[in-house]
């Protein structure tokens, strides 16, 4: 009798050193505990996994693999919402989140880094809350699939169709429920390099080397008199994960400089050589501005999204970024 209750409380014990390395994890220690209560899959939120591999097998689309870190980081923005930021939003109490600011989109998908998951890819989410105590996974996936956006993130349509979910996080935690899908960190080449993109203004425009974290490089400068920003991204042998940028500010009258224009007017052409109504584009895009300063015009260029709207302190923006490096963060 007495080796069964020896073995007995031996269970007991490692079962309390098991419960005991899950933290409440409240306030800050949401971002720095290795173990919070909720991070391993509940057979709950192992069920909403299937609900939604399910339903994307109706659509003739692949499995996402469950994944424990996205998991984890599903739960820990839960955690977050109900502890820390006590309303339904995608922002983290350490990362605010806009979707007019694209300045705040890397919120949701660098989340799987920032937070050290060990999912090196990035990722996209979706949320749902409901008045009952607790949340039907049932009706939380029928909620999502009635969503045109939420929808499209779950069965990689619309501004999502280009992207392949690899993994998939799930969280359900008292009203709350979450996804967090997980695509490679995948860079996205616009295809030249970097003497081809400055060809013709380094003349105007000083660029130098700001930073570089091994895998790619950014280059800032302005012209002599103050007016041309431009920015660039990547690598000498190819401009890539780019956030390509130049913002021109406007003389008196409200119109751009002959060579703030021909920054611009450069710019396009040393990137899209083979776009042959470039200049027609940017003439009228820029009258269109001029005459309503919240106009903003954009041209899709292959895999590329190119934008010029107004900026701040009377100054026009022209911005080419990779179109799934962008297009995908704008969840609201």
Not at 86 to 94: L, T, Y
Request: net charge neutral.
């Amino acid at each position: 009798m007495i080796p069964h209750l020896i073995v007995f409380f031996l269970f007991l014990a490692v079962s309390s050193i098991a419960i005991g390395a899950q933290a409440v994890c409240d306030g800050s220690k949401v971002f720095t505990e290795n173990v919070c209560l909720g991070d391993n899959v509940s057979p709950d939120e192992k069920a909403l996994y299937e609900l939604v591999i399910n339903y994307r097998a109706t659509k003739g689309l692949a499995a996402p693999k469950l994944s424990n870190a996205l998991s984890m980081l599903a739960n820990r923005h839960l955690i977050d919402i109900k502890n820390n930021i006590k309303s339904f939003s995608h922002s983290w109490s350490n990362c605010p989140y806009d979707i007019k600011d694209d300045k705040t989109w890397h919120c949701i998908s660098d989340a799987p880094k920032r937070l050290k998951t060990g999912y090196s890819g990035m990722g996209y989410e979706t949320l749902y809350v409901t008045a009952e105590t607790k949340a039907n996974i049932n009706l939380a996936l029928d909620k999502w699939k009635g969503s045109s956006l939420h929808n499209s993130i779950i069965t990689n349509q619309g501004m999502f169709k280009d992207l392949i979910w690899d993994e998939l996080g799930v969280s359900v935690d008292g009203n709350y429920a979450a996804l967090w899908f997980g695509t490679p960190d995948k860079v996205a080449s616009i295809g030249v390099t970097y003497d081809q993109v400055v060809a013709g203004l380094s003349n105007i425009v000083t660029l130098k080397q700001e930073a570089s974290t091994g895998t790619a490089t950014k280059w800032q400068g302005t012209s002599a008199d103050k007016k041309i920003k431009m920015e660039i991204s990547g690598t000498k042998s190819d401009i890539s994960e780019t956030k390509m940028a130049v913002t021109a500010k406007l003389e008196a009258d409200g119109q751009l400089s002959s060579q703030s224009y021909q920054v611009l007017s450069t710019l396009l052409k040393n990137v899209f050589p083979a776009w042959t109504d470039r200049d027609t584009w940017l003439q009228t895009s820029l009258k269109a501005i001029g005459a309503n300063n919240s106009a903003e015009r954009t041209k899709v260029i292959g895999k590329n999204l190119i934008e010029i709207r107004y900026g701040a302190g009377g100054s026009i923006v022209l911005q080419i970024v990779p179109q799934t490096a962008k297009r995908a963060i704008a969840i609201d």
